[in-house]
């Protein structure tokens, strides 16, 4: 099924990157919007169901057309820089100090880090649910209001482990570092380069 809406979602995220290219050389602009319309095609072929929404979803992967403009106008070709996902051209990620922010915050104070994870375009959305989720585990074990029922549950795990209980507490404080460690590895596999905005 197609999405309703595909063409006009297509073609007007592609006008809004020739605007954004409009400055460079027209052979170039030509084949860096070639590239990108076959990359938005493969996406779309992998999709299981085609409607707005996931079409909305690969663009959102893709980035702000300004954004993947001044990636793609470098003098790097665009196949360069790939997604290790699927290893399909994308956009270079660059950051500053939002996604610092997001980095260090995550691990001292989570829900301020995770909610300026959210807020930056420098991770798709797939990688901000997995870091919520990392370290939403220890945020939600650790909050008092859950306490009975992380008694409950973690209780009799916590006796049968004996001495080795304080590795299983120190693990599970460490969910944050390991949710900040998994922005900046996804960051820094997309070749981001730091700078300051």
Request: without cysteine; hydrophobic residues 55%.
């Amino acid at each position: 099924m197609n999405a309703p809406h595909a063409t006009h979602i297509v073609e007007g995220y592609l006008a809004r990157l020739e605007l954004a290219l409009a400055g460079s050389d027209p052979a170039r602009r030509a084949e860096l919007l070639e590239d990108v319309r076959a990359h938005i095609a493969e996406a779309r072929a992998a999709l299981t169901e085609e409607n707005d929404a996931a079409l909305l979803a690969i663009l959102d992967r893709l980035g702000d057309p300004a954004t993947v403009a001044a990636g793609l106008a470098e003098d790097a070709p665009p196949s360069d820089i790939r997604d290790s996902r699927n290893a399909r051209p994308i956009a270079a990620s660059r950051w500053g100090l939002l996604e610092a922010g997001a980095l260090l915050l995550t691990f001292f104070v989570w829900p301020v880090g995770v909610l300026l994870a959210w807020l930056s375009r420098s991770w798709d959305r797939q990688e901000k649910v997995v870091a919520t989720l990392i370290g939403g585990m220890a945020f939600v074990i650790g909050f008092p209001l859950f306490a009975p029922v992380v008694g409950v549950v973690l209780g009799p795990i916590i006796g049968m482990l004996g001495g080795a209980a304080p590795v299983l507490v120190g693990t599970i404080g460490a969910l944050p570092l390991a949710s900040a460690v998994y922005l900046a590895v996804r960051l820094g596999r997309r070749g981001a380069a730091f700078a300051i905005a």
